[in-house]
């Protein structure tokens, strides 16, 4: 069954992902505006009831969802029963159906948060016209099919939709039709990698942890195996010669993925991997055939499947103002990866979070992700934050829709692409935010946010395409070994909310991190990019964190080539990757958000927070002339204030940088520059670190 209509109280869903859009609908008392869930079942199908609410009304004891009229397809239904599956995004909530009607038309394009990542590659995308590739590039993208020209009838290599722990994803066949979707474009992109005989291994695009290998055992069929993160069993990959006259891929080498293990090491255990050769492979010299649906090696040319390589449409390799310089991709070892948390460890009634945040707000954290109740929750606390803060003389820093729009979006996103060496797609990134509003000794509030995150993006992540990357420190760079390797950290962000003042010089803000008191030249100026925290300085939206525009050394970070097609990297000893540069490209982009999220919006999206509490919106493109805040210029910090949002970050461009210690003009695309525009020395523990024992601000029980 499938919906979708364009009145204000009808729903719509998508059968191709099984995702039913809700307008407006009660839940007890309060309303939920543009909520997104899965179908569960379908229980009954009623007639047309003109006395029905112009809304959805759930019964949260036995998790059944009322629907008035629903469009499937070209057909209306009415009277809809159905049970739900997944809740997986919230729009706004109010206290009454005319309120939330007008919010969902005002402040939700107003405080509208970037889609995720699994929502932005479901929408529909025409790859055009492709072009047959004549040669292999090491690292291209391709689409192998096994038609000479671009057909909807051709089979096209894809990668399968499926996570198996043991193996990793399946290798399959599927059409590619004129008009399909980003998704399935996706999966059917391949990137072969060049080793130092020449020859290519065939990794997932999509997943690229992933690389092609063999079955002996299963009749010689090439299936995808994880070759690059943790994994229950260890497989390997095998490299092809491709023939671009005869269109045949040969299979000339197999090496064998391995790991060792160094437990208790910063916390956690780390896991050296190593590729070795696996002389014993028996099906060397064969060559890939496609029949009934599944490659796999056969000995014979004659029994061999032309297949042709096209062009990527899609460009999702190092864009040049990530690498201006133009550094040469490294070949150094990958630096072993680390594993330090789980998600098991972290999430539940059994987990860290529940268990460490105290009675007033346990209610906010019952459950992970997305979920009505620890919505509700949440929503209460916010208002009370706002009466408590106010009634004390003091005022928080935003409209309190803004705080629920961020938590709302921030945790739907999930993890879509097996590119994190720990990581499990599909497990929650951000799986809770909570609000608290705890007391100093003067008796004053301090609300804040508190983000629990894993660290890293949702789409893949492109650290192996890194030109550069950081070393891992253990020696000087061209014997050291990089950092590829990305893994779930288990951060703990507090995002301040109370209205603390903005800085007139960035000195008036002291704190212990910053590179600007660290730096080895004097003379060096205190400004908006010096006078910066050594490491993370603010947190976007899928619980990645943003960095300095600047590395530790004080030059700007993409002359190094050190940045990846989301302007972020894993910095020594591992760990999630940090952006510091605006990964957004024009048309479908890596970053954290892209084109499609400006469409009927009157504000560029919000995609972050600096740790200052100043909340972090896209950039303005020259096509937003129409958007509030346009004409209002950015001061130095990349910020400014209009139609009563209240003063916040953008992401922008600086044309014609040049950084004080290095002789190179460069473009700058910002997150945050460095310094903290809101004034930090009045919030409790700023960048001093703590926990839930010791920081009560966070929401734990101090003793």
Known sequence: MGFFSSTQAADTYNPQNSILSITLVKVNDIFYSNVQVTLGTVISVGSKNTSAPAYDVYNSANNQLN?????????????????????????????T???????????????????????????????????????????????????????????????????????GYALETGTLASSTTYSQYLQKLMQVVADGS????????????NALDFDAADGNKLKFRNNFGKATALYGYVTFAYDSSTKLWQA???????????????????????????????AANYYVSLSGGAYK????????????????????????????QNIAFVTNDPAPFFSKNTVASTEGTSGAIYRQVNSTYRSQVAAPGVNAGTKASADAMLATIKSAVEASGEKLRYATALYSAYRDATLSHKLVSDSIA???????????????????????????MVVVNYGNQASPNGLKDVPHPPADGTGSYPSSKVTRFSNLENYVSVIPMKDYGRVSEVTENTFTKNLWTARTTASLKADVYTYADTTDNGLLIDGSVIFPTYNNNLVPSNLAGELSA????????????HCHFDGYQSGFSLGVYGDADYVNKTHPPLIGFGYDGIALFGKYRSSDTAMKGYSTALDDFGAHDHDGIGYHYHAHIVENHKAELVNFTTTLNVLMKGAYIGKTNDIPFFRAGGNFSTNKYMGGTVK
């Open 566 to 577: 989301s302007g972020c990297h894993v910095g020594q000893g591992g760990g999630g990757p």
């Open 97 to 167: 159906e005319a309120e939330c009607t007008t919010a969902s038309s005002t402040t939700d394009a107003l405080y509208h948060a970037p889609a995720s990542y699994a929502s932005a590659i479901s929408a529909s995308y025409s790859p055009g016209t492709m072009v047959q590739a004549t040669a292999l590039t090491n690292r291209g993208r391709y689409v192998i099919s096994n038609a000479s020209s671009q057909t909807a009838s051709a089979s096209y290599m894809q990668v399968g939709s499926s996570y198996d722990a043991t193996n």
């Open 67 to 95: 629907i008035p009229e629903v469009l499937v397809g070209s057909t209306t239904y009415y009277d809809v029963t159905i049970t739900v599956g997944k809740v997986l995004s919230v729009g706004a909530s109010c206290a």
């Open 297 to 324: 090696l056969v000995a014979s040319a004659s029994g061999a499947t032309p297949l042709y390589a096209y062009n990527s449409a899609l460009e999702l390799g190092i864009p040049v103002f990530l690498n201006p």
């Open 252 to 282: 000339k080498k197999r090496y064998k993925y391995a790991y060792t293990t160094d437990v208790n090491v910063k916390g956690g255990t780390t896991h050296a991997v190593s590729y070795t050769e696996d002389t014993a492979f028996s």
């Open 422 to 448: 720990d990581g499990t797609p599909g497990q929650n990134l951000v799986p809770y935010v909570f609000f608290t509003n705890e007391k100093d000794d003067l008796g004053k509030y301090h609300p804040f």
């Open 198 to 209: 020449g020859y290519y291994r065939i990794e997932s695009s999509l997943h690229p942890n």
